[in-house]
């Protein structure tokens, strides 16, 4: 058995995880965001003894502890380099945590973790690359090769999100202008549509963002284009064509065996799926398209379970 956690800015959450990637039992407890990392470390330790008790688990049982983070992480040494939002610098998380528990410890960007559980979870032998890309507040990505994690020779590559795809275009928030994030992100889906709904006063669009309290979510733009509506249809016709271009991006790069695409956004399933699929086909390069899209299945679990597998 495996123990996941997902240290993330406002929670931790552990959980024990069984040779197939089921979630056996999972808790949290909050973040102490500010303070240094022996506290965050100490209060996981905690946190996976409570997850251990629950479960009548023994420690020898645990074949490996895995961490995902966000930042950049030195996934060799098990070092969180640098990150924003949790206050830490050149933290040995991989040391500090095999004081408590003499168990091989690992560490990952959240996001290759997710991509990781994605991974796993497609649950085929013959599938050994693949790219996840998760569209939420910003895009995030992860690059699994040879069924291991991408990440560049210092640890921080693989960020699909802050490629450009129009240049001197909208300005991105690693300083950047024309990211595909900028364009391809909920938070660029919600600007579009409100910006839509304020263009047209008159649509259902615009009916549906004022009864939000005149704010847009990511869910509808794809809502109002159900309901045939014009603006709406226009702000998703043009959105889903700019992540489009950044998933025809990754499959002349990589031509991997599966691109999964989670996030919030992806709960539009097939209204989403779909026309990437038929553009991807129609301008993939040589016109050879062999990479299967698919929605990603484990959510929220996706960073605990690939946490979870990063010493597998
Ligand atoms: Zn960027």
């Given at each position: 058995?495996?123990?996941?956690?997902d240290?993330?800015?406002?929670?931790i959450?552990?959980?024990?995880?069984?040779?197939?990637?089921?979630?056996?039992?999972?808790?949290?407890?909050?973040?102490?965001?500010?303070?240094?990392?022996?506290?965050?470390?100490?209060?996981?330790?905690?946190?996976?003894?409570?997850?251990?008790?629950?479960?009548?688990?023994?420690?020898?049982?645990?074949?490996?502890?895995?961490?995902?983070?966000?930042g950049?992480?030195?996934?060799?040494?098990?070092?969180?380099?640098?990150?924003?939002?949790?206050n830490?610098?050149d933290?040995?998380?991989?040391?500090?945590?095999?004081?408590?528990?003499?168990v091989?410890?690992?560490?990952?960007?959240?996001?290759?973790?997710?991509?990781?559980?994605?991974?796993?979870?497609?649950?085929?032998?013959?599938?050994?690359?693949?790219?996840a890309i998760?569209?939420?507040?910003?895009?995030?990505?992860?690059?699994?090769?040879?069924?291991?994690?991408?990440?560049?020779?210092?640890?921080?590559?693989?960020?699909?999100?802050?490629?450009?795809?129009?240049?001197?275009?909208?300005?991105?928030?690693?300083?950047?202008?024309g990211?595909?994030?900028?364009?391809?992100?909920?938070?660029?889906?919600?600007?579009?549509?409100?910006?839509?709904?304020?263009?047209?006063?008159?649509?259902?669009?615009?009916?549906?963002?004022?009864?939000?309290?005149g704010?847009?979510?990511?869910?509808?733009?794809?809502?109002?284009?159900?309901?045939?509506?014009?603006?709406?249809?226009?702000?998703?016709?043009?959105?889903?064509?700019?992540?489009a271009?950044?998933?025809?991006?990754?499959?002349?790069?990589?031509?991997?065996?599966?691109?999964?695409?989670?996030?919030?956004?992806?709960?539009a399933?097939?209204?989403?799926?779909?026309?990437?699929?038929?553009?991807?086909?129609?301008?993939?390069?040589?016109?050879?398209?062999?990479?299967?899209?698919?929605?990603?299945?484990?959510g929220n679990?996706?960073?605990?379970?690939?946490?979870?597998?990063?010493?597998?």
């Amino acid at each position: 058995m495996y123990i996941g956690v997902d240290l993330g800015g406002t929670g931790i959450k552990a959980g024990l995880v069984d040779e197939k990637g089921n979630i056996l039992h999972k808790d949290s407890c909050p973040t102490r965001a500010m303070e240094d990392y022996k506290v965050i470390v100490a209060d996981m330790a905690d946190l996976i003894k409570k997850v251990l008790n629950d479960t009548d688990t023994n420690t020898s049982e645990i074949k490996t502890i895995g961490i995902g983070c966000p930042g950049s992480i030195d996934d060799k040494n098990g070092v969180v380099i640098y990150a924003n939002n949790l206050n830490l610098h050149d933290a040995p998380l991989a040391e500090e945590l095999k004081k408590y528990y003499d168990v091989p410890v690992y560490v990952s960007n959240d996001a290759n973790c997710a991509a990781l559980g994605e991974f796993f979870a497609l649950d085929d032998e013959n599938i050994t690359d693949i790219v996840a890309i998760t569209l939420g507040t910003g895009v995030g990505s992860g690059i699994i090769i040879n069924k291991k994690i991408f990440t560049g020779t210092n640890g921080i590559g693989g960020e699909l999100g802050h490629t450009v795809i129009k240049a001197n275009g909208e300005k991105c928030t690693c300083g950047r202008n024309g990211c595909w994030e900028a364009y391809a992100s909920a938070t660029a889906l919600i600007r579009e549509a409100e910006k839509a709904a304020k263009e047209n006063p008159d649509s259902y669009l615009a009916k549906l963002v004022a009864e939000n309290g005149g704010k847009a979510n990511g869910r509808i733009p794809f809502a109002a284009t159900e309901k045939g509506d014009e603006a709406g249809k226009k702000v998703i016709d043009k959105y889903i064509l700019d992540v489009a271009e950044g998933i025809v991006n990754i499959i002349n790069t990589f031509q991997p065996h599966a691109i999964v695409i989670g996030g919030g956004v992806s709960n539009a399933g097939d209204a989403l799926l779909k026309p990437i699929e038929e553009y991807s086909k129609e301008h993939c390069y040589g016109g050879i398209f062999q990479t299967k899209i698919s929605i990603a299945k484990l959510g929220n679990d996706a960073g605990i379970i690939g946490a979870a597998f990063l010493g597998k």
